[in-house]
C-alpha cells in the first residue's frame, strides 16, 4: 500500500486484537516496519491518516 505525502500512524495488531507494533510514518519518507520479532501466523496492519482508515490481513511465514 502506498501512502503518499501524509502522515501515518500504523500498527500491527495480533489474531486477539493486542497491538504489538505502532508506529508513525513522516510525510515525506517511506517506511519500513521491522517485524522480526514476531512469530509466525497471522495478523492485521491498520493505517491511518488524515483521509484514510485501512487494515490488512498480512501472514507471516519464515
Known amino acids: 500500500m502506498v501512502i503518499s505525502n501524509e502522515s501515518a ?3 500491527i495488531y495480533n ?3 493486542g ?7 513522516s510525510q515525506e ?5 521491522n517485524v522480526s520479532s514476531l512469530s509466525t501466523g497471522l495478523y ?3 493505517i491511518k491518516t488524515n ?6 490481513k498480512i501472514v ?3
Not at 497491538?19 to 510514518?25: D, G, I
Open 44 to 46: 492485521i496492519i491498520k
Open 15 to 17: 489474531s486477539l486484537g
Open 9 to 11: 500512524e500504523i500498527k
Open 60 to 62: 507471516l511465514n519464515y
Open 19 to 25: 497491538a504489538l507494533v505502532k508506529t508513525l510514518k
Open 29 to 33: 519518507k517511506s517506511t519500513a516496519i
Open 51 to 56: 483521509t484514510l482508515i485501512a487494515s490488512k
